[in-house]
């Protein structure tokens, strides 16, 4: 079984800065690549951003380019997202994400999924 955990969300102003973090583990973890998707509240899940682990290629939703940076850990197990100039439009449930095949930005490209963590910001 494969577990992801997310961390590093919270409250934080619009213009400020967060940065999620995404643990993997679990039973020999590899997938070629992970992701972040968001989902607020009465809206659909929505990609965010993904990351290949083999030459770290990536790829941003329009809504978020030039303001969050995907990257990963040196390790195989850890990737993030740094989130700058935040505003309340980005206000959702962070979800992170492994997908076993390919880098994807639409959702039935992810194998595993964490639970999520909220960022909210206020104006």
């Known amino acids: 079984q494969v577990q992801l955990v997310e961390s590093g969300g919270g409250l934080v102003q619009a213009g400020g800065s967060l940065r999620l973090s995404c643990a993997a583990s679990g039973r020999t973890f590899s997938s070629y690549a992970m992701g972040w998707f968001r989902q607020a509240p009465g809206k659909e899940r929505e990609f965010v951003a993904a990351i290949r682990w083999s030459g770290g290629s990536t790829l941003y939703a329009d809504s978020v380019k030039g303001r969050f940076t995907i990257s990963r850990g040196n390790a195989k197990n850890t990737v993030y997202l740094q989130m700058n100039s935040l505003k309340p439009e980005d206000t959702a449930v962070y979800y992170c994400?492994?997908?076993?095949?390919?880098?994807?930005?639409?959702?039935?490209?992810?194998?595993?999924w964490g639970q999520g963590t909220q960022v909210t910001v206020s104006s």
């Open positions: 994400a492994a997908s076993r095949f390919v880098l994807a930005s639409r959702r039935s490209g992810y194998d595993y």
